[in-house]
């Protein structure tokens, strides 16, 4: 178990062969976070001198008798392993955390997971974790859009008989969806103002933070948007996590298409995009969760055909560990 400290070209090719890494995982994209925001702390297991797990993390405050997070500044973090990597190897690898949170002094360890369908592995994550002590503290409800990959998916293989009627419509008055890139900025932050000037919220990410990403990552963050004419109508910003799951952030709409059904229009064009792409699962993000539940936000997802999937965080408190 040893910091990061100059082996990013390790890091970078491990999470490239990796079974569980995601884009939320790579350093390029925990860098877009002011110098000054995060301690982080991100460590490398070996063995035999060759790495063997990642775990991006670190503390948002002094690390003295603090606790580890993983992830910070993303979504999902957690170890990422081998495709090969057997259970007896992964209690191991929970353990060394453990014994290393000891020698540092740490007051415990916090892993949040993604859902399930993001690696064939977690399960085995989850049972090492629970095998040495953490303990579920808290789960997201995450609706997952499943896609069928290829020419003969899209998004009617996926929504529901309703909401394909709506596309259907909206294509007829003439709406079409687009994918750009950061040529595509304004016409996206003009829905994405409009939908938080609405809900009289602050969005996780600044407009000068969604212009870095976009430049950081112009194959992997990408903005679509339904046009009717040169009218935005509602955009999407969508990150491509892994080789088979895409994440939506800031479903947006514009003022004054409440009935347009711009929304659903531009989750189905990006269906549409992605099944051509061989990917499997468009992930819309968390609607509930232990402490609230958003009946509104939760009926439209399962309104499109998403099923729910857990992003759970794990827990371990050093005082009174064995």
Request: aromatic content about 10%.
């Amino acid at each position: 178990m040893v910091p990061l400290a100059g082996e990013e070209p390790l890091w970078t090719a491990f999470l490239a062969g990796s079974a569980n890494g995601t884009l939320f995982h790579d350093l390029r994209f925990l860098r877009y976070h002011p110098e000054d925001r995060f301690h982080f702390h991100h460590l490398i297991l070996k063995r035999e001198d060759k790495p063997i797990a990642l775990l991006p993390g670190g503390f948002s405050g002094s690390p003295e008798r603090a606790v580890y997070r993983s992830p910070l500044g993303a979504s999902v973090g957690g170890l990422v392993v081998a495709p090969d990597v057997r259970g007896e190897t992964a209690v191991e690898m929970i353990e060394a955390v453990q014994d290393y949170a000891r020698e540092q002094g740490w007051a415990g360890v916090e892993l949040t997971l993604p859902p399930h369908c993001y690696s064939d592995v977690n399960g085995l994550i989850e049972f090492a974790l629970f095998s040495r002590g953490f303990y579920l503290a808290h789960r997201w409800l995450c609706h997952m859009l499943p896609i069928i990959p290829g020419p003969n998916g899209g998004y009617e293989k996926a929504f529901r008989s309703r909401q394909i009627s709506y596309v259907r419509a909206a294509r007829r008055r003439g709406v079409v969806g687009v994918e750009k890139g950061i040529e595509g900025l304004d016409d996206f932050l003009s829905v994405f103002r409009d939908t938080f000037a609405r809900h009289r919220a602050a969005p996780t990410h600044t407009e000068d933070e969604i212009r870095d990403l976009l430049l950081r990552f112009p194959d992997r963050i990408r903005i679509h948007l339904a046009m009717l004419g040169k009218t935005p109508m509602a955009g999407v910003l969508i990150f491509i996590l892994t080789a088979q799951v895409a994440n939506t952030f800031y479903i947006c709409r514009g003022n004054g298409h409440d009935g347009d059904r711009g929304a659903t229009f531009i989750i189905a064009d990006v269906i549409q995009r992605l099944a051509q792409r061989e990917f499997r699962y468009l992930d819309l993000g968390p609607s509930a969760s232990d402490l609230r539940f958003n009946k509104g936000v939760a009926f439209f997802k399962e309104s499109l055909g998403a099923i729910g999937q857990c992003r759970d965080r794990w827990s371990w408190n050093v005082e009174g560990s064995c």
